[in-house]
């Protein structure tokens, strides 16, 4: 079946480094994916997705990359900052009943230690 | 806050208890999501309703049961569970279901006893 293959699972960095968090799919046909960040005690919340027809991102300090021929996208923090520190999902879009990419199908995650 | 809201934050339950876990969505969304997140584990999607109907079911055992009364309103219904069935339980909503933003809850964090 689909997978999503993210790495590292961990990841340390001094404060006002980068990160980067890098994610792989197996189904071609995806064309969405988000990234969502995961607090302690909170629910995943978006920070930026992108879709098939770009290849890259940019949000402030928070960009993604996609590489559609060889299915694969990352995500990349600069200037990283103490509040970082978190669990970061990267998703695929899979088919859903009705035949479009409605589902998303996650990692296993990425715990990110920003040390200040 | 995303919009979407989840009762109760944490319940712990014996194996014969019935529970009902609630979601709620203030964002006019017509999907909702049942996911379960256990540790070391992807998220795992378990039901999707779309326009309050059942669309989907991810091969989920039959002592968790959806009901999704109106477009807004979620629950999951909990009956014998195992103990490996303790996790958080995450409700989401998007506009529809064909490549939509998912906005997910604060979760439901269950154990069982």
């Known amino acids: 079946g689909e997978n999503v293959e993210q790495h590292p699972s961990t990841l340390s960095v001094q404060e006002g480094d980068s990160a980067v968090i890098k994610c792989t799919y197996s189904d071609s046909a995806s064309n969405y994916f988000p990234w969502y960040k995961q607090e302690l005690g909170k629910g995943p919340q978006l920070i930026i997705d992108?879709?098939?027809?770009?290849g890259e991102k940019k949000d402030q300090r928070i960009a993604v990359t996609l590489n559609k021929t060889a299915k694969h996208f990352s995500l990349h923090i600069t200037e990283t900052q103490p509040e970082d520190s978190a669990v970061y999902f990267c998703?695929?879009?899979?088919?859903?009943?009705?035949?479009?990419?409605?589902?998303?199908?996650f990692g296993k995650g990425t715990k990110l230690s920003v040390k200040p | 806050e995303t919009g979407v809201t989840q009762t109760p934050r944490h319940l712990v339950m014996g194996m014969t208890n019935k529970k009902s876990l609630k979601c709620e969505q203030h964002?006019?969304?017509?999907?909702m999501y049942w996911y379960k997140q256990s540790a070391k584990k992807p998220l795992e999607l378990m039901f999707v309703y779309s326009l309050e109907e059942r669309v989907e079911n991810n091969s989920v055992p039959s002592r968790f049961s959806p009901e999704c009364p109106n477009s807004s309103h979620l629950f999951l219904h909990l009956h014998t569970l195992q103990p490996e069935d303790s996790a958080l339980y995450l409700c989401a909503s998007s506009q529809g279901t064909r490549e939509e933003t998912q906005y997910f809850g604060p979760g439901t964090r269950l154990t069982v006893l």
């Open positions: 992108i879709r098939s027809n770009v």
């Open positions: 998703a695929a879009s899979i088919k859903n009943y009705g035949g479009s990419q409605g589902n998303l199908i």
């Open positions: 964002l006019g969304h017509n999907a």
